[in-house]
């Protein structure tokens, strides 16, 4: 994920014109075409953009809809979104699967963190289950104990405020593995050590 040096996943504001909050895209320039990203960051792209099994996610990350899904919407990403394999979306309003092109679907799972894991788990197979975000589903993952890998691509950026995506994880059960640097993000690449 990437991540403010103040903790923050996402600025504040988050809407439909701006998906990451307020000055949230500042994090991301490593990985979409800001001409300073360097190899660090090319290797570090490659990392977030491996083939996985299955993906979870939070509402907020697939969507600005809150509530009942009153319109149509099916991601950010339009008609062939990044994923190529199942996505299991949080949510508290049920929702028929969105087939994509390139392989992906989005399932909709009211049931909580437990059974979208779970669900993700089956359909990955040996190919692995990815926690693509937001900071709250991260958090859920981090407090559930699956996470076995967790990157973070530090950008030299202060927020200030926004979605901080720490807070209430009880312990930090890693090893940084790997670092890699640009001017525009540390990329560190930790293991859980217990």
């Known amino acids: 994920m990437s991540i403010s040096l103040d903790g923050f996943v996402a600025g504040p504001d988050q809407?439909?014109?701006?998906?990451?909050?307020?000055?949230?895209?500042e994090l991301h320039g490593w990985h979409?075409?800001?001409?300073?990203?360097n190899d660090a960051d090319k290797v570090a792209n490659g990392w977030l953009m491996r083939p996985r099994g299955a993906y979870v996610m939070g509402r907020n990350m697939f969507g600005p809809i809150r509530g009942d899904w009153d319109e149509e919407w099916s991601g950010w990403w339009g008609a062939e979104?990044?994923?190529?394999?199942?996505?299991?979306?949080?949510?508290?309003?049920?929702?028929?699967?969105?087939?994509?092109?390139?392989?992906?679907?989005?399932?909709?799972?009211?049931?909580?963190?437990?059974?979208?894991?779970?669900?993700?788990c089956e359909a990955a197979g040996d190919?692995?289950?990815?926690?693509?975000?937001?900071?709250?589903?991260v958090r859920q993952a981090l407090n559930a104990g699956v996470v076995d890998?967790?990157?973070?691509?530090?950008?030299?950026?202060?927020?200030?405020?926004?979605?901080?995506?720490?807070?209430?994880?009880?312990?930090?059960?890693?090893a940084p593995t790997e670092v890699l640097?640009?001017?525009?993000?540390?990329?560190?690449?930790?293991?859980?050590?217990?």
């Open 81 to 120: 979104p990044p994923y190529h394999a199942p996505v299991f979306v949080l949510t508290h309003h049920a929702h028929d699967p969105i087939q994509m092109n390139g392989g992906t679907t989005f399932h909709f799972v009211t049931e909580g963190f437990d059974a979208a894991y779970a669900a993700a």
């Open 32 to 37: 979409i075409g800001d001409p300073r990203a």
């Open 127 to 137: 190919n692995g289950v990815d926690i693509a975000g937001g900071a709250s589903t």
């Open 15 to 25: 809407s439909r014109e701006n998906p990451l909050g307020r000055r949230g895209l």
């Open 181 to 194: 640097h640009s001017p525009l993000a540390t990329h560190i690449r930790y293991r859980r050590v217990s």
């Open 149 to 174: 890998e967790l990157i973070l691509d530090i950008a030299p950026v202060l927020l200030g405020s926004g979605e901080r995506i720490f807070d209430g994880v009880e312990s930090f059960d890693f």
